[in-house]
């Protein structure tokens, strides 16, 4: 959507002369909401009016693309002598670098998620992005919820050790539960007890550990305030055309058509498993392609809202599909699956899921019933360290709402702990008077798989009661409360706090750390103790 209107502009066309032809692709984490190099490309192919491909080196790329804000976080929280939170104060200020971007949208979820996972009655937030010379910044996998939520853990760990009980109990005292209001004012419904769930499936590990760090994450699902979104989905039934491997023509087939972009999440798989679930009907028989005019009511794919709302069109439909199977083979108690799905052929089925009871800012409503999101997913972590402060064991408990992928979902939860890690202990862009010191990708820090920790991922269920299958997301969690238990871990071991990222002066982020930015130090001893 963004690309089409702003496509349109750039070349000074009527919109609807300019289409836009989505393709399955990689991972986003966000830098595909981004204008990049499709304006180039496309003036090109207009100017020279013939097809036109542009491919970034990884140089190039490393310089273009944004990267996750830099933000500065000021907290001031109020809590009563047992600790439970009562108040909080946040200011939080964002770098958007030279160019806008999504840098405003990235502020607002900082200030939405600035209370994490934790009720507390009485908030007040600010939150602005500020044009600098440095590097472009925009959206990246939380999309600014990471940033104001490790500020928040590092603060309940301050508040743990003052109070006199450990981080698991802390967070116990202080999470959100059902009736409770979201920092945005939101109550939240029956299904946030799966923060509490993904809470007590860590407590056993938490407790046990020695050198440990722990941290709550909540991560909105949908774009949210006041705006309509919507999960649209076709299915056509068709006759296979011939295939080289001589395979029967006119077989029925299932063509599924989404209006999302399959970029790495895992959409049209799941949009498919809909429709087995529904049907009954085998995989090998369906396929699932994007659609222009689908995609136009869906709008820009991002939030973790495309499972979630997917899933649940894809259900309504495939039912549709499965109650015409049903009544052809009432009519006919001798058919088989296949001759059945042979006889509708050249029947579509089209249903939607539309929700658009958030609440828009500024109005009455927002003030008087705030409903800020769509849903949320959940999460707890926890980092245990070895004896020489090496991150040995991360444990992953995440709340889902329903796994409609169990294995796709636990390869999130890995791959987001990754990127977590990573942005903990020793991923950084650096700077000097807004040129790159380096466009090495050997010199960002990024971990390499060889030094990645064992990863526990423990997957919880409780529904959510809009989404399909009671589905909430499961894109943008998994890095959401990883720096923050790193940060915990750290300070169980060398009794330093730490509040600035990367956190690359610890043990830890050593074999991660480039060479170029590696400092020659002994190794850190853990404090001796004594009653």
């Known amino acids: ?240 055309p011939p295939s080289r491997s001589g395979a029967t023509a006119g077989q029925a087939r299932i063509e599924i058509f989404n209006g999302y972009t399959e970029m790495g999440q895992g959409v049209y798989t799941a949009s498919m498993q809909a429709v087995c679930e529904e049907t009954g009907l085998p995989a090998d028989i369906m396929s699932v392609r994007w659609d222009k005019d689908l995609g136009e009511k869906c709008g820009e794919t991002w939030a973790s809202r495309a499972t979630t709302l997917s899933c649940a069109a894809a259900q309504r439909a495939a039912q549709k599909l499965a109650a015409d199977l049903k009544e052809a083979v009432r009519l006919k108690p001798d058919t088989t699956d296949d001759k059945a799905l042979q006889e509708i052929v050249g029947r579509e089925y089209y249903d939607e899921c539309v929700y658009n009871f958030t609440t828009r800012p500024g109005t009455p409503e927002s003030v008087l019933n705030p409903t800020t999101h769509l849903t949320f997913s959940y999460a707890t972590q926890v980092v245990l360290l070895d004896e020489d402060g090496t991150i040995e064991r991360v444990v992953v408990a995440n709340d889902v709402g329903r796994a409609i992928n169990p294995r796709l979902c636990a390869e999130q939860m890995e791959g987001g702990v990754h990127m977590g890690l990573g942005y903990a202990l020793s991923e950084d862009f650096t700077s000097t008077n807004g040129t790159p010191d380096s466009l090495a990708l050997k010199d960002l820090g990024i971990v390499r798989a060889k030094h990645m920790p064992e990863v526990d991922v423990i997957l919880i269920e409780v529904p959510d009661e809009v989404g399909g299958y009671g589905a909430k997301g499961v894109g943008e969690i998994g890095c959401v409360a990883t720096a923050g238990a790193v940060a915990g871990a750290l300070y169980a071991y060398d009794g330093i706090r730490r509040f600035r990222l990367p956190m690359d002066d610890a043990p830890a982020a050593v074999p991660s750390l480039p060479k170029s930015r590696r400092m020659p130090a002994a190794p850190a001893t853990p404090p001796s103790t004594s009653t």
């Not at 496309?42 to 790329?61: D, E, F, G, H, N």
């Not at 044009?131 to 309940?156: D, K």
Request: glycine share 10%; net charge positive; charged share 20%.
């Open 1 to 240: 959507m963004y690309d089409h209107a702003q496509i349109a502009k750039i070349l000074n066309l009527d919109p609807k002369d300019v289409e836009i032809v989505l393709a399955p692709s990689g991972g986003a984490f966000g830098a595909k909401e981004e204008l990049s190099i499709q304006g180039q490309t496309a003036i090109a192919a207009y100017l020279l009016q013939r097809p036109v491909k542009t491919v970034l080196t990884r140089p190039q790329s490393t310089q273009h693309h944004v990267k996750r804000h830099a933000m500065r976080v000021a907290l001031t929280v109020g809590a009563d002598a047992e600790g439970h939170l009562l108040a909080l104060r946040s200011r939080i200020v964002a770098d958007a670098g030279g160019y806008h971007t999504t840098s405003a949208k990235c502020a607002l979820r900082a200030a939405c998620h600035s209370c994490g996972a934790y009720r507390i009655p009485n908030v007040d937030v600010e939150s602005k992005a500020v044009y600098t010379n440095n590097p472009n910044a925009g959206a990246m996998r939380g999309f600014g919820s990471n940033q104001a939520q490790f500020a928040m853990e590092g603060v309940m760990d301050i508040l743990a050790e003052r109070v006199g009980v450990d981080g698991w109990d802390i967070r116990a005292r202080n999470i959100l539960n059902p009736g409770d209001a979201f920092g945005t004012g939101q109550i939240m419904r029956e299904s946030v007890r799966g923060i509490r769930e993904t809470l007590e499936a860590v407590r056993d590990v938490y407790k046990r550990a020695k050198h440990k760090g722990i941290a709550c994450g909540v991560k909105s699902t949908g774009l949210g305030n006041g705006t309509t979104e919507g999960g649209y989905i076709k299915i056509r039934i068709v006759e296979s």
